[in-house]
């Protein structure tokens, strides 16, 4: 299937505007990084990033079940993944600051990595599973003061849009430290951009979040439990049968197992809900 050349007009130009608006505030966020250990102040940069990024491409976001997330409670925040512009829809929808866990690799790129970096991003080896286990535990260890940590626990985009297997690290992380599990739920962010393309068009993304799941009292022998329970929790409201030739057809989409769609929040760019860390 040829695309228009409207397609790769619009992407260049996405990317041209990441590229600068990391050469601005890339530089901004390392200088602060070094006077303020905490994070917040790089956190708010980065959201401004994924804000002024998506308000170029055209990108709008709804969230609704924030009524679940209590105030100053540390999660573990476990989103299926359907392409990169459900990072976008996380960062600006989510109302509680988090920090990433991201591949090892990603640090090494100019700038980009450096900014990551300063961000207090939970960095992951993955040809060497124990000491990426160790990793996840020590950096959910640390959390205070309400932040939380996102990990996808398909471990990778989507090839087809619809829900891939769950990795246990996730899971062994929560039960180890008793931190509890946060399904949240992306819809729409495949259409928008799957794995077996470069190029976009604008659209929407719907950010659910479901119920949490304590791990408190949980063993080793909880995890699969706690695996395929979030699994399910995350399963049941993901939009699917996706045709990847009809994935821009601009029809309503409906999410399975979920009736609170319904009640979605829209999330303007620079005008959405407050959240937890005051922006």
């Known amino acids: 299937m040829r695309l228009p050349v409207s397609e790769w007009l619009r992407t260049t130009r996405a990317v041209l505007v990441a590229v600068v608006l990391t050469i601005l505030l ?43 997330i209590a105030p100053g409670v540390s999660y573990i925040v476990t989103p299926n993944h359907q392409g990169y512009v459900d990072i976008l829809a996380l960062v600006c929808t989510l109302p509680f600051r988090f920090r990433w ?23 992951l080896d993955r040809s060497n599973r124990e000491r990426s286990m160790e990793s996840l535990i020590a950096g959910a260890s640390k959390l205070t003061g309400g932040w939380s940590v996102l990990i996808y626990p398909e471990g990778t985009r989507t090839p087809d849009g619809n ?55 949980l063993t080793e022998e909880d995890v699969e439990r706690l695996k395929e329970q979030t ?17 821009r057809d601009g029809g309503a989409v409906r999410y399975p197992g979920d009736a609170q769609t319904a009640k979605a929040t829209p999330v303007p760019v620079f005008t959405g809900k407050r959240g937890a860390d005051g922006d």
């Open 26 to 68: 890339g530089p901004l966020l390392i200088a602060i990084s070094i006077f303020e250990t905490s994070g917040s102040t790089a956190y708010l940069l980065s959201r401004c990033w994924a804000r002024l990024l998506s308000l170029s491409m055209g990108l709008t976001f709804s969230i609704h079940g924030t009524e679940k």
């Open 101 to 123: 866990v991201i591949k090892r690799e990603l640090l090494k790129i100019p700038l980009f990595g450096w900014s990551l970096g300063r961000m207090g991003v939970i960095p």
């Open 163 to 217: 829900l891939q297997p769950f990795k246990k690290g996730p899971f062994i992380m929560a039960v180890q430290t008793g931190i509890p599990i946060l399904p949240v739920i992306c819809n729409g962010a495949y259409r928008i951009m799957p794995r077996n393309t470069i190029l976009y068009r604008p659209g929407h993304i719907t950010v659910t979040v479901a119920e949490p799941i304590s791990s408190k009292g």
């Open 231 to 247: 699994r399910s929790a995350v399963g049941s409201r993901l939009d699917t049968g996706y045709d990847p030739f009809q994935r």
